[in-house]
């Protein structure tokens, strides 16, 4: 069995965020709220869709985004990245590297890869430039073909994944030893 690291997966979800925010404020949708120490900073907000809500959460426990206070005006959860990737793709996530926290962090890749899969086709265009080395060819949960597009077993991912998953009675990241 190979899976790809908790910090690999945190890595593409933190790329992720950063994609949607850079979308938001193109459109002109980006929100900026005042952090605990009263600085504004650009918030990401996954909308209550959970293919952002659960690659978010999941960045939260890591401690790779950190929420905002909603206000009257912006409601919902708001988060903002505590660490660019350059500093996630060196950060030190070893506390967090156990199979049941892979568990979490691939089923929340599942969300945000499902909407747009079409026969498990993972868009590499839409993907982070590590994802290929860091995540597809360290997980046997994706098939690197001949011609270079990468697939995602759902078989493999239910298999492995969801096994797992359906006796987790805690679905959320936790340092080793803690719950």
């Known amino acids: 069995m190979r899976n790809a690291s908790v910090a690999a997966l945190a890595y593409e979800f933190l790329f992720e965020v950063h994609r949607k925010m850079d979308l938001d404020r193109k459109r ?5 709220l005042r952090d605990e120490n009263g600085a504004l900073r650009e918030a990401f907000h ?3 869709s959970s293919n952002w809500e659960w690659p978010g959460s ?5 401690g790779v985004l950190r929420i905002l206070q909603p206000t009257r005006d912006l409601w919902g959860p708001n988060f903002y990245p505590v660490m660019t990737l350059d500093e996630c793709s060196v950060a030190d996530f070893s506390k967090f590297e156990t199979f049941d926290n892979y568990c979490v ?18 868009h590499l265009h839409s993907r982070s430039p590590h994802f290929l080395d860091a995540v597809a060819s360290q997980d046997d949960i994706f098939r690197i073909q001949d011609d270079g597009q990468v697939r995602f077993d759902q078989q493999r991912f239910n298999e492995k994944v969801m096994t797992r998953w359906e006796d987790l009675e805690v679905r959320r990241i936790h340092p080793k030893g803690g719950t």
């Not at 002109?28 to 900026?32: A, F, T, W």
């Not at 999941?58 to 890591?62: C, D, G, I, K």
């Not at 890749?109 to 026969?119: I, K, T, W």
């Open 28 to 32: 002109g949708n980006i929100k900026s």
């Open 46 to 48: 996954h909308e209550f």
């Open 58 to 62: 999941v960045l939260e426990q890591l």
């Open 105 to 122: 962090a691939m089923s929340s890749f599942e969300m945000l890869h499902s909407p747009s899969e079409f026969r498990g086709e993972v």
